[in-house]
């Protein structure tokens, strides 16, 4: 049985201390849950001082990024290597924030993903169509293309270790959200092109997230699906009472 990852992105939020704070009160309202895999993810000047005073937790840290090089004339960039050796274990890659505003493409998500791997860390996989994909029909296009070319050349036992996030856009930030029938369509599609890319074993095991809008008051609809294996969670991951129902709810 897949385990339930619960994952809050933080986006461009919290100071060292904001972050440090939160996730202590996190700590003492979800450390009894053991049936959900729990991830933070602060920005990267938050990434060390929120591993420390998460260490010994069931909580896990994520970056919200990373670049595919291990060292170099990269000015702004963080490796694999540093997210490592800040204290993290996740990392969340493609983004539909990186992809709109940062000129993230497949390839260099696909590259993303392969340093995340060989770095040891567990990569965060972000798919989604914006809206006028969907209006036009072509979702199924849309998150084939983007998990194909994400995913190119990882052998099993990395793709395994990975974790698929489904984002629809347009529901990211908006208030809107996939109704849990949409979410499921789509998780089912992921799960199948898995299935095409490694075998039906494989793509059972590989935990599916959906994103967009999630909140206390739809995440138990959303779980309840049966290819829908937790949720990225952005705005309602900033409020402390509203991440910790939200992780309770995927027990």
Not at 81 to 91: A, F, K, L, N, R
Not at 187 to 207: D, F, K, Q, T
Request: proline share 3%; hydrophobic share 45%.
């Amino acid at each position: 049985m897949r385990r339930p990852i619960i994952a809050g992105n933080w986006k461009l939020n919290k100071t060292i201390d904001q972050a440090v704070d939160f996730v202590l009160e996190l700590r003492s309202l979800v450390d009894g849950i053991k049936g959900v895999e729990i991830v933070v993810a602060p920005a990267f000047t938050a990434l060390s001082a929120v591993a420390k005073a998460l260490k010994g937790s069931s909580i896990y840290v994520s970056a919200q990024d990373l670049y595919w090089e291990s060292s170099g004339a990269f000015t702004g960039e963080i490796s694999a290597e540093m997210i490592v050796d800040s204290g993290c274990t996740h990392v969340i890659i493609g983004h539909s924030e990186r992809r709109q505003f940062f000129g993230e493409n497949n390839w260099s998500v696909n590259q993303k993903v392969k340093a995340a791997l060989d770095g040891g860390l567990v990569p965060i996989i972000c798919v989604g169509e914006m809206l006028e994909d969907r209006e036009a029909d072509n979702t199924k296009q849309i998150i084939t293309d983007q998990l194909v070319n994400g995913i190119n050349g990882l052998p099993t036992a990395q793709i395994s270790k990975s974790v698929i996030a489904y984002e629809p856009v347009w529901a990211i930030g908006t208030g809107k959200t996939a109704s849990p029938d949409q979410a499921q369509e789509v998780h089912a599609l992921i799960r199948s092109v898995l299935a095409i890319a490694y075998s039906a074993e494989v793509a059972e095991s590989i935990r599916i997230q959906y994103g967009g809008s999630v909140k206390s008051s739809n995440v138990t609809e959303l779980l309840s699906k049966p290819d829908v294996d937790g949720a990225l969670v952005g705005g309602a991951s900033l409020e402390l009472d509203s991440f910790a129902d939200i992780v309770e709810a995927g027990q």
